[in-house]
């Protein structure tokens, strides 16, 4: 059975950085396009993050944009998405999972294919 493991999370000061890791037990990541995606307490689930299969492709969501990065390691079967200038508003869980299909936008509806990881928490204090 694929697992989803999210790391990286943590408390960290507004201005800081986190880097989250994503990884797959049981699949290899290499052939899915993957999202990052966030849930702050109270709020729906968002797509804040995106990447092709091969890496060549990016986006993101407004509110992140200029400060996170995704990128991937398809030898080393992991996604990752470096994160910046944290504020507050970056509060959340952060999960990642594969993308069903690569819509026109990050702010499309999306829809994902695999079970949700535990997700990792990323805890910004101002």
């Known amino acids: 059975q694929v697992q989803l493991i999210e790391s990286g999370g943590g408390l960290v000061q507004a201005g800081g950085s986190l880097t989250l890791s994503c990884a797959a037990s049981g699949r290899a990541l290499s052939g899915y396009n993957m999202g990052w995606f966030r849930q702050a307490p109270g709020k729906e689930r968002e797509l804040v993050a995106r990447?092709?299969?091969?890496?060549?492709?990016?986006g993101y969501a407004d509110s992140v944009k200029d400060r996170f990065t995704i990128s991937r390691d398809n030898t080393k079967n992991t996604v990752s998405l470096q994160m910046s200038s944290l504020n507050p508003e970056d509060t959340a869980v952060y999960y990642c999972?594969?993308?069903?299909?690569?819509?026109?936008?990050?702010?499309?509806?999306?829809?994902?294919?695999?079970?949700w990881g535990q997700g990792t928490q990323v805890t910004v204090s101002s």
């Open positions: 990447i092709t299969w091969g890496g060549r492709n990016t």
């Open positions: 999972n594969v993308l069903s299909k690569w819509a026109p936008t990050v702010g499309s509806t999306w829809s994902v294919q695999w079970n």
